[in-house]
């Protein structure tokens, strides 16, 4: 089966240029989670859905983040203007449905890395 | 949130040796992840384990949940072992993954 498989792996734009980056989960997992990953912060939860419902953007840094899921095989984040301390590797990463009590593992996309000049 | 510390943050081990990754976490959780984030960036599951023991080849892994901790082994290390090790933790009702600042591992031939 194929994994989750985002684009573009790299990303190099301008400060002020809109990015959008994209994510197709594994066919079948109910969950499709955002993470960002920096060397000051580690990895962060950005925004997850379930059923392609925004469910916790608590994380989001900012109104310029926004983060849409149209159908269950595709979702994006996009970053609009962008700024320098946006570099980052974004993760995508989605997971089945489990029980009430029970979760089931994340898988992760290979990643977009992303420098903003 | 919840707390996730690993230790040691660095280690470096000649081919061969083995090695114990620890991960302790400040609540009770339900899930328990942990991942191998190689030289690439790739995050790469390596188990699923909110309680007990599994093996998977030279790695195994215990989560003993009632006192917060949960520890990564790792046998005859190979130099494809390197990377840094993260550990994850996830509590109900939320959806949301803490990880660890993670343990950066070098292999050395």
């Known amino acids: 089966d194929a994994g989750v498989i985002q684009s573009p792996r790299h990303e190099v734009t301008e400060m002020g240029q809109e990015v959008t980056l994209r994510c197709k989960p594994i066919?079948?997992?109910?969950?499709l989670f955002w993470y960002r990953q920096t060397m000051m912060r580690g990895l962060e939860l950005l925004i997850y859905?379930?059923?392609?419902?925004?469910?916790?953007d608590s994380g989001m840094p900012e109104d310029r983040f926004s983060a849409k899921m149209p159908n269950a095989s595709f979702s994006t984040l996009k970053i609009q203007p962008s700024e320098p301390r946006d570099s980052a590797v974004y993760f995508c990463?989605?997971?089945?449905?489990?029980?009430?009590?029970?979760?089931?593992?994340?898988?992760f996309g290979d990643g977009t890395r992303l420098s903003i000049l | 949130g919840i707390q996730v510390e690993q230790s040691p943050p660095d280690l470096i081990l000649q081919e061969g040796a083995n090695s114990t990754l620890r991960c302790n976490f400040s609540d009770s959780v339900n899930n328990l992840q942990w991942f191998h984030q190689n030289p690439w960036g790739q995050l790469i599951n390596l188990f699923y384990i909110p309680s007990g023991t599994k093996q998977n080849g030279r790695l195994s892994a215990t989560t003993v949940a009632t006192e917060r901790y949960s520890l990564l082994y790792i046998s005859s290390s190979q130099t494809t072992d390197s990377g840094v090790y993260f550990c994850a933790v996830l509590k109900f009702p939320g959806n949301q993954f803490y990880f660890g600042t993670g343990t950066s591992l070098t292999v050395i031939p």
């Open positions: 990463a989605s997971s089945p449905r489990g029980s009430a009590y029970s979760n089931q593992p994340q898988h």
């Open positions: 066919s079948g997992h109910d969950y």
């Open positions: 859905f379930n059923n392609n419902v925004p469910i916790d």
